[in-house]
């Protein structure tokens, strides 16, 4: 698996299926929790840092505002626009990933919190794809429960994937909310620009009779209204999944609790902040 959460949050050397070795980008402080949201250690943002822990397969450091990949090129990481909540979601740069709380200590979003809504386009389709034809080159067929789900294996996400189906089935009495209601889609987000996480074969739903969504609760509403929250997803499968790197839409304020996407930068950014 090409990501920390093979070996766990906090360790400072590892191995990755390359067979490399390499010193974790988080210093000790963040480890054990608390740090700079805006610039870390070395002057290297704690976003960015998050991000070179979670993707080493591709991320190999930062320098002066970018993010630089291990094939040699660059992306900016903060373009320094000042941005509305909606205009973080549809038009993102890799630092506004980082602009919502992923608050693990409540099971009630606080008000526009969507950490992990926010997507950096080029960041994404740099590492799994630019087309629906490139994100196939690396999708594999995971079994899911009785059926067969499409998932990637860029980043390690499909054995993260396997990991977490492993311990949900060790569960009792949770298989009717198991049942997958998709994974591996390209598209775009219903009613916007921005490509949906289904594009990237990351992310899977899952719910049957128990799904939730924020549209749902409140016909009509804007990015910008206030919804009521509705939850059926047990909290036990949650926290498996978070576990394994991935992220749950219900954790949002405009939430979608049959949502799971492998976001383990998110979870990194989390801890940093020391929740």
Not at 37 to 63: C, M, N, S, V, W
């Amino acid at each position: 698996m090409a990501s920390v959460f093979a070996v766990g949050l906090g360790c400072k050397e590892r191995t990755d299926i390359t067979g490399r070795k390499e010193v974790s980008a988080l210093p000790s402080a963040a480890r054990s929790g608390g740090v700079d949201e805006t610039d870390g250690a070395g002057g290297i943002p704690a976003g960015a840092r998050a991000l070179i822990e979670a993707y080493p397969d591709f991320i190999k450091g930062y320098r002066d505002n970018r993010i630089i990949f291990r094939d040699g090129s660059e992306m900016i990481y903060d373009d320094g626009r000042d941005k509305s909540f909606v205009q973080k979601l549809d038009d993102a740069d890799i630092e506004d990933m980082f602009s919502f709380r992923y608050d693990t200590s409540s099971w009630i979003p606080e008000f526009l919190q969507d950490a992990g809504r926010s997507r950096n386009e080029a960041l994404f389709k740099k590492m799994y794809g630019r087309s629906a034809a490139e994100v196939r080159k690396h999708l594999v067929s995971v079994p899911w429960f009785g059926q067969s789900v499409l998932f990637t294996t860029v980043n390690g996400a499909a054995e993260h994937l396997k990991a977490v189906r492993d311990e949900l089935a060790k569960l009792h009495g949770m298989r009717a909310y198991l049942k997958s209601e998709g994974s591996f889609y390209w598209r775009q987000v219903r009613g916007a620009k921005r490509q949906s996480a289904h594009s990237y074969g990351m992310t899977i739903d899952i719910g049957g009779n128990y799904k939730t969504y924020w549209q749902w609760a409140r016909p009509g509403a804007k990015e910008t209204d206030k919804v009521p929250y509705r939850n059926k997803m047990p909290h036990e499968i949650v926290e498996i999944f978070e576990k394994h790197g991935f992220i749950w839409g219900g954790r949002w304020y405009h939430y979608d609790t049959m949502h799971f996407e492998y976001r383990p930068e998110i979870l990194l950014m989390e801890k940093m902040r020391g929740s």
